[in-house]
């Protein structure tokens, strides 16, 4: 059974950074995609950034690009979102998703696998 636990979030003052991170265990595939969603209070759940299991291939919501490096050490499953220049429209649950797949989709219907979330507040 794949379970995915993200962790590293907090409280950040704004320009500051975070990296989260999402550790993954019964990931028997080795083809899959790991995306990072997020869903602020009152909104939706949106697409943030995704990378497909080769770490070759990667897609950015256009409101993090340039801010936010998503990377996966395939060795053991383990993902990262790097978050700078953090803005407090950032605020958000951030959740881990996996799909064994070998491209990267931007549709959260797509992904089988979620963890908890973790909360990432910026403050102005």
């Known amino acids: 059974q794949v379970q995915l636990v993200e962790s590293g979030g907090g409280l950040v003052q704004a320009g500051g950074s975070l990296t989260l991170s999402c550790t993954t265990s019964?990931?028997?595939?080795?083809?899959?995609?790991m995306s990072w969603f997020r869903q602020a209070p009152g909104k939706e759940r949106e697409f943030v950034a995704g990378?497909?299991?080769?770490?070759?291939?990667?897609s950015y919501a256009d409101s993090v690009k340039g801010r936010f490096t998503i990377s996966t050490h395939n060795a053991d499953h383990i993902g990262h979102l790097e978050m700078n220049s953090l803005k407090p429209e950032d605020t958000a649950i951030y959740y881990c998703?996996?799909?064994?797949?070998?491209?990267?989709?931007?549709?959260?219907?797509?992904?089988?696998?979620w963890g908890q979330g973790t909360q990432v507040t910026v403050s102005s």
């Open positions: 998703a996996v799909e064994f797949s070998n491209t990267v989709s931007l549709r959260q219907n797509t992904y089988s696998y």
């Open positions: 990378i497909d299991w080769t770490g070759r291939s990667s």
């Open positions: 019964g990931l028997t595939y080795k083809i899959y995609a």
